[in-house]
């Protein structure tokens, strides 16, 4: 599975990004996606996850009622919707995939990069 992303770029507090994820190469439908992050000097840390029909979504805490995931088969592109972005919210954004199909995404389960786009959120 090959990851492209797309989206990144500089905003205001406040304001709203829309990052995007083209998967291409296996059939990416059968995997679950999703979205980390990682700031100057943090770990990378988790920020959303959707899974292979799309049912269900998962978030971490630092972005929970901010921040939605989608996904469209057809065009097999992940959306992550980032809204009232903070300073703290700025990062490099990786897409991801976990190494197998029918696999529940997270920092162990991951098998697959994007190489990441910048956020940048000014104060």
């Known amino acids: 599975v090959q990851l492209v992303e797309s989206g990144g770029g500089l905003v205001q507090a406040g304001g709203s990004l829309r990052l995007s994820c083209a998967a291409s190469g296996r059939t990416s439908s059968s995997y679950s996606m999703g979205w980390f992050r990682q700031a100057p000097g943090k770990e990378r840390e988790f920020v959303a996850t959707?899974?292979?029909?799309?049912?269900?979504?998962y978030f971490g805490d630092s972005v929970k009622g901010r921040f939605t995931i989608s996904r469209d088969n057809a065009k097999n592109t992940v959306y992550l919707q980032m809204n009232s972005l903070t300073p703290e919210d700025t990062a490099i954004y990786y897409c991801a995939a976990p190494g197998r199909p029918y696999t529940i995404l997270g920092l162990t389960t991951v098998g697959y990069w994007g190489q990441g786009t910048q956020v940048t959120v000014s104060s």
């Open positions: 959707i899974s292979w029909t799309g049912g269900n979504t």
